[in-house]
């Protein structure tokens, strides 16, 4: 057999089919039609090599085919590096190393031309001068693949690897060839002939480049169906191949048994074969592989997601969202309806929704196998599949199909897993256009919408736990405001109620009692009002200030609580805009705070002056004070008190939101045994 003749056929048949797909593609260019050329080139070298080496026995003979052959893959290499180098040099000047490149190359090979021309021979018996000049265009042809690669932007480098790949590898062999023959003067024969498969091998890498870069990618399409039986056989010819090998080995060692154990071994390697493709599992194994790998993909998932996260997002109504999650999930694969269930905090699985589809009020525990297989495995469930073949889901884990799944029949159950837990899953119904081309894609995008799906659910649920928390939290605030104005009331009230024996005969004194118990029902009233809603906001008004004051040293007067606090104004009058009982419910906090913080024979002071910002108000007092770690980080914050559990922590906090709202100022200095000073600025009005 004739191996020289062989390697170059099947380099020849190689070259032609990638030449044929080339040319199923419709685009055009300079860098196309470069690769057409170069294509076309190496197909005729290789048939004619195959040729020559059939005529001539296996003889080497060096020809300038050689030369036209690597000439034409150096001007593809050439029309890269200009696309590489566009964004440094100017296209005039680009085309003159180009043609400058030409220019030497045709002078190169000028010699051989001339010999060609005037001795009427085509091949020589003196090869040293092809063989230099190959080597050195092998050379110049490595030196540019580098340059190639090198000067490829990095987010075009994965289209153009497997080219550089494959042409690097024939000049490498090219280089080792003729380096060879150029110290040995001769040609080696075994090297010559490989070369053919040599080429062959580079053609699919060549192809995978081809494939990669849109602008080339060939307009041809292979059935998966071939593209599955042709891997199959491919993959069991190697595997005899390499089994057949072991065989020969297993023969020439075995001694006396031999024969036999190679017949056993080649028996055993057969019945696996079998064993192997009669399995429905690898088969589907296999078929996916191909699937994942050989072909594009089924779907836009750009426009997939988009339409996805549009038709989740529209509405953020429960009933609305629940409505949504279906509809987005059975738009993927053409449902015409579906069922949304979720679990309950009891513990069961119950229908929520359903869109297109009748409404199930059977409840699945979450211990049955369904929930179980759902959460372990994150499968899609194609009841049809699971029906006709049980098999393919029970190797997974054990599962059994409740009463109504086998009552409604519906086409897939789609897992909602949100942090590895099954929060629910999603019924469709079959769909007659998708029904028999389901496949493992479908599967993936559903399993991925799916976990979207769960998040926005959970982000929901947490969004309206988070809300109800909020209410909880404002009433718990309202209530603590209640209670401390009731606590307020209540220690007038007691004072009043503990100096009434003995004033009970003063007309002046009982005025005053009858004064301060219509102020704490009215108090009382509008608390009962804002408790039950009917009063939503404090109104403000013109107010003022100084009346304001002159009113709660009264009240405090009366009410009895030592130290009595001593007013001191600057202005008769100065008028404020503020809700009047707030502002009196305000200050008088700060004023109980400041007797509860001093001793009874201690002092207390209220003073009022003008300023440039409004009017300021001083209450200052000389009792036990405060630690400036302490005003820093809690005085303002509810709930923290100096007090022990006599106090709530909320005048301060109350105080300074007030007096924030009206665009006002607090500010506080103390020192501890020394005393405090609380200092409120309020905007004037006109």
Same mark, same amino acid.
Request: glycine letters at 6%; hydrophobic letters at 45%; aromatic letters at 12%.
């Given at each position: 057999?004739?191996?020289?003749?062989?390697?170059?056929?099947?380099?020849?048949?190689?070259?032609?089919?990638?030449?044929?797909?080339?040319?199923?593609?419709?685009?055009?260019?300079?860098?196309?039609?470069?690769?057409?050329?170069?294509?076309?080139?190496?197909?005729?070298?290789?048939?004619?090599?195959?040729?020559?080496?059939?005529?001539?026995?296996?003889?080497?003979?060096?020809? !300038?085919?050689?030369?036209?052959?690597?000439?034409?893959?150096?001007?593809?290499?050439?029309?890269?590096?200009?696309?590489?180098?566009?964004?440094?040099?100017?296209?005039?000047?680009?085309?003159?190393?180009?043609?400058?490149?030409?220019?030497?190359?045709?002078?190169?090979?000028?010699?051989?031309?001339?010999?060609?021309?005037?001795?009427?021979?085509?091949?020589?018996?003196?090869?040293?001068?092809?063989?230099?000049?190959?080597?050195?265009?092998?050379?110049? &042809?490595?030196?540019?693949?580098?340059?190639?690669?090198?000067?490829?932007?990095?987010?075009?480098?994965?289209?153009?690897?497997?080219?550089?790949?494959?042409?690097?590898?024939?000049?490498?062999?090219?280089?080792?060839?003729?380096?060879?023959?150029?110290?040995?003067?001769?040609?080696?024969?075994?090297?010559?002939?490989?070369? &053919?498969?040599?080429?062959?091998?580079?053609?699919?890498?060549?192809?995978?480049?081809?494939?990669?870069?849109?602008?080339?990618?060939?307009?041809?399409?292979?059935?998966?169906?071939?593209?599955?039986?042709?891997?199959?056989?491919?993959?069991?010819?190697?595997?005899?191949?390499?089994?057949?090998?072991?065989?020969?080995?297993?023969?020439?060692?075995?001694?006396?048994?031999?024969?036999?154990?190679?017949?056993?071994?080649?028996?055993?390697?057969?019945?696996?074969?079998?064993?192997?493709?009669?399995?429905?599992?690898?088969?589907?194994?296999?078929?996916?592989?191909?699937?994942?790998?050989?072909?594009?993909?089924?779907?836009?998932?750009?426009?997939?997601?988009?339409?996805?996260?549009?038709?989740?997002?529209?509405?953020?109504?429960? *009933?609305?969202?629940?409505?949504?999650?279906?509809?987005?999930?059975?738009?993927?694969?053409?449902?015409?309806?579906?069922?949304?269930?979720?679990?309950?905090?009891?513990?069961?699985?119950?229908?929520?929704?359903?869109?297109?589809?009748?409404?199930?009020?059977?409840?699945?525990?979450?211990?049955?196998?369904?929930?179980?297989?759902?959460?372990?495995?994150?499968?899609?469930?194609?009841?049809?599949?699971?029906?006709?073949?049980?098999?393919?889901?029970?190797?997974?884990?054990?599962?059994?199909?409740?009463?109504?799944?086998?009552?409604?029949?519906?086409?897939?159950?789609?897992?909602?897993?949100?942090?590895?837990?099954?929060?629910?899953?999603?019924?469709?119904?079959?769909?007659?256009?998708?029904?028999?081309?389901?496949?493992?894609?479908?599967?993936?995008?559903?399993?991925?919408?799916?976990?979207?799906?769960?998040?926005?659910?959970?982000?929901?649920?947490?969004?309206?736990?988070?809300?109800?928390?909020?209410?909880?939290?404002?009433?718990?605030?309202?209530?603590?405001? !209640?209670?401390?104005?009731?606590?307020?009331?209540?220690?007038?009230?007691?004072?009043?109620?503990?100096?009434?024996?003995?004033?009970?005969?003063?007309?002046?004194?009982?005025?005053?009692?009858?004064?301060?118990?219509?102020?704490?029902?009215?108090?009382?009233?509008?608390?009962?009002?804002?408790?039950?809603? *009917?009063?939503?906001?404090?109104?403000?008004?013109?107010?003022?200030?100084?009346?304001?004051?002159?009113?709660?040293?009264?009240?405090?007067?009366?009410?009895?609580?030592?130290?009595?606090?001593?007013?001191?104004?600057?202005?008769?009058?100065?008028?404020? *805009?503020?809700?009047?009982?707030?502002?009196?419910?305000?200050? &008088?906090?700060?004023?109980?705070?400041?007797?509860?913080?001093?001793?009874?024979?201690?002092?207390?002071?209220?003073?009022?002056?003008?300023?440039?910002?409004?009017?300021?108000?001083?209450?200052?007092?000389?009792?036990?004070?405060?630690?400036?770690?302490?005003?820093?980080?809690?005085?303002?914050?509810?709930?923290?008190?100096? *007090?022990?559990?006599? &106090?709530?922590?909320?005048?301060?906090?109350?105080?300074?939101?007030?007096?924030?709202?009206?665009?006002?100022?607090?500010?506080?200095?103390?020192?501890?045994?020394?005393?405090?000073?609380?200092?409120?600025?309020?905007?004037?009005?006109?």
């Amino acid at each position: 057999m004739n191996i020289g003749a062989v390697s170059y056929s099947i380099s020849a048949f190689t070259f032609l089919i990638f030449l044929a797909i080339l040319l199923t593609d419709r685009h055009q260019g300079a860098t196309k039609r470069a690769l057409l050329v170069a294509a076309s080139v190496s197909c005729i070298w290789s048939f004619y090599l195959a040729y020559e080496t059939l005529l001539n026995d296996g003889s080497v003979k060096l020809s !300038i085919i050689e030369y036209f052959k690597t000439i034409a893959w150096l001007f593809l290499l050439v029309r890269l590096l200009s696309i590489a180098y566009s964004g440094r040099f100017s296209e005039v000047k680009i085309k003159k190393i180009q043609l400058g490149l030409l220019g030497i190359m045709f002078i190169l090979i000028m010699p051989e031309l001339l010999r060609f021309i005037f001795k009427d021979i085509f091949f020589f018996q003196d090869i040293e001068y092809l063989t230099a000049l190959n080597l050195l265009m092998a050379i110049v &042809g490595i030196v540019f693949v580098e340059q190639v690669y090198r000067n490829t932007r990095p987010e075009q480098k994965w289209a153009i690897k497997y080219l550089c790949l494959g042409l690097l590898g024939m000049y490498i062999y090219d280089f080792y060839m003729y380096s060879d023959a150029l110290l040995y003067q001769r040609i080696d024969p075994i090297l010559w002939q490989a070369r &053919g498969f040599i080429y062959a091998l580079t053609v699919p890498l060549i192809g995978v480049s081809i494939s990669r870069d849109p602008l080339w990618s060939p307009e041809i399409f292979i059935s998966r169906r071939v593209v599955f039986h042709t891997t199959t056989l491919l993959s069991s010819g190697i595997y005899l191949m390499v089994m057949g090998i072991a065989g020969y080995y297993v023969r020439d060692f075995g001694g006396n048994w031999g024969l036999v154990a190679q017949a056993i071994f080649l028996f055993l390697t057969i019945l696996i074969l079998i064993l192997f493709l009669s399995s429905r599992r690898i088969r589907a194994k296999v078929i996916v592989l191909v699937n994942k790998h050989f072909y594009p993909y089924k779907y836009d998932y750009r426009e997939e997601w988009l339409r996805f996260i549009r038709t989740l997002s529209t509405s953020s109504e429960e *009933k609305k969202l629940h409505h949504n999650t279906i509809k987005s999930i059975a738009q993927i694969i053409e449902s015409p309806g579906g069922m949304l269930w979720l679990r309950e905090d009891s513990g069961f699985f119950v229908c929520a929704e359903t869109w297109e589809m009748e409404h199930v009020t059977d409840r699945e525990p979450a211990e049955t196998s369904l929930p179980k297989f759902l959460e372990e495995h994150e499968f899609v469930i194609s009841v049809d599949e699971f029906i006709a073949q049980p098999e393919v889901y029970n190797r997974l884990g054990y599962i059994e199909l409740p009463e109504w799944v086998k009552r409604i029949q519906p086409w897939l159950i789609v897992p909602l897993i949100y942090n590895d837990l099954l929060i629910g899953f999603i019924v469709l119904d079959h769909s007659n256009a998708r029904k028999k081309t389901f496949n493992w894609e479908d599967s993936d995008l559903l399993k991925t919408a799916a976990r979207q799906v769960a998040a926005f659910l959970e982000q929901m649920n947490a969004s309206e736990a988070l809300a109800e928390a909020r209410q909880f939290e404002n009433f718990n605030k309202v209530s603590t405001y !209640i209670i401390h104005d009731i606590k307020n009331l209540v220690a007038q009230l007691s004072l009043i109620s503990s100096n009434a024996e003995k004033h009970k005969d003063n007309p002046l004194f009982m005025e005053d009692v009858f004064k301060t118990i219509n102020n704490s029902v009215s108090k009382m009233n509008k608390m009962m009002e804002v408790l039950s809603g *009917k009063v939503a906001n404090s109104k403000s008004s013109k107010v003022n200030i100084i009346s304001v004051l002159e009113e709660l040293v009264h009240n405090r007067q009366i009410a009895g609580g030592k130290p009595v606090p001593i007013l001191g104004c600057e202005s008769g009058s100065f008028y404020v *805009k503020a809700d009047k009982a707030q502002l009196l419910a305000i200050i &008088g906090h700060l004023v109980q705070n400041a007797q509860d913080a001093t001793e009874d024979h201690g002092k207390i002071t209220i003073s009022q002056m003008r300023s440039t910002e409004g009017v300021v108000i001083e209450i200052e007092d000389n009792g036990s004070g405060m630690s400036d770690d302490f005003i820093k980080n809690n005085l303002f914050k509810p709930f923290k008190t100096t *007090k022990g559990t006599k &106090g709530m922590g909320i005048g301060v906090y109350e105080a300074r939101e007030i007096i924030l709202a009206i665009g006002g100022q607090i500010e506080v200095s103390s020192k501890i045994n020394i005393g405090t000073c609380f200092k409120l600025t309020i905007p004037a009005t006109d």
